[in-house]
């Protein structure tokens, strides 16, 4: 079965620090991968996604992240954060041959201003 | 950790018939719970936001008598498609929020013949 490792719980950064946030899965097929964030009272909203093509995806608010396949990652990264950034990210991975999403358990991002 | 328990997994219907789909916090009480749908090479949709013991609340375009939405306690809530038709075959999934994280559910593929 497939399965999404996200592996820091909770990362705390100061303002313009840069950012990256990591993400394996385990799935040898084609896969799709997305990136969402969900900001403090607020619903879950698309960072962005790769189906195919370039590896490195950008993405809304600076962020981007770049498909490694040989290393079954799709780590989120960001230059440099602001505190508007602080929310809960999660990783999915979405496979066509059994049409299955799967969500990481999260990550919970804090900028100090 | 905290666990989302959905149920089932995978279900292939008939047109005409009514699915029901479980979503359980299995060891903390979610007084907020979200349904979400998934179509092949989309990102994820939210249909609505459930609130133990009221009303669910649907996002823009999402039939409230097609998609009813039950959240009679704090670990339980139910997504059925009534009369379903080929076009809900979709990847259904919920997820289920304590006050500091957002937790998913396996998820559930729904196939209508």
């Known amino acids: 079965a497939q399965s999404v490792s996200q592996h820091n719980h909770h990362v705390i950064l100061s303002e313009a620090a840069s950012l990256e946030l990591g993400c394996n899965y385990s799935?040898?097929?084609?896969?799709?991968l997305f990136w969402y964030v969900q900001y403090p009272g607020q619903h879950l909203q698309l960072l962005l996604k790769?189906?195919?093509?370039?590896?490195l995806v950008k993405g809304i608010k600076g962020f981007e992240a770049e498909f490694i396949k040989s290393k079954f990652s799709f780590n989120l990264r960001k230059p440099s954060v602001q505190w508007s950034d602080t929310a809960e990210y999660f990783c999915?991975?979405?496979?066509?041959?059994?049409?299955?999403?799967?969500f990481g358990k999260g990550i919970t991002l804090s900028v100090r201003p | 950790g905290a666990v989302v328990s959905q149920h089932p997994s995978w279900v292939i219907c008939k047109s005409g018939t009514s699915v029901k789909i479980e979503c359980r916090s299995l060891?903390?009480?979610?007084?907020?719970m979200f349904w979400y749908r998934q179509f092949p090479k989309q990102s994820l949709m939210l249909m609505a936001t459930?609130?133990?013991?009221?009303?669910?609340?649907?996002e823009q375009g999402v039939e409230k008598d097609k998609f009813l939405i039950n959240h009679a306690s704090l670990t339980l809530s139910t997504l059925t498609v009534t009369s379903a038709h080929p076009e809900d075959s979709s990847f259904y999934i919920c997820?289920?929020?304590?006050?500091?994280?957002?937790?998913f559910g396996s998820g559930t593929q729904l196939s209508v013949l």
């Open positions: 999915a991975v979405y496979t066509g041959a059994n049409s299955k999403l799967t």
């Open positions: 790769y189906f195919s093509g370039d590896p």
């Open positions: 799935y040898g097929g084609t896969v799709n």
């Open positions: 060891d903390f009480q979610a007084t907020t």
């Open positions: 459930s609130n133990e013991g009221s009303k669910a609340t649907y």
């Open positions: 997820s289920a929020r304590t006050r500091e994280k957002l937790f």
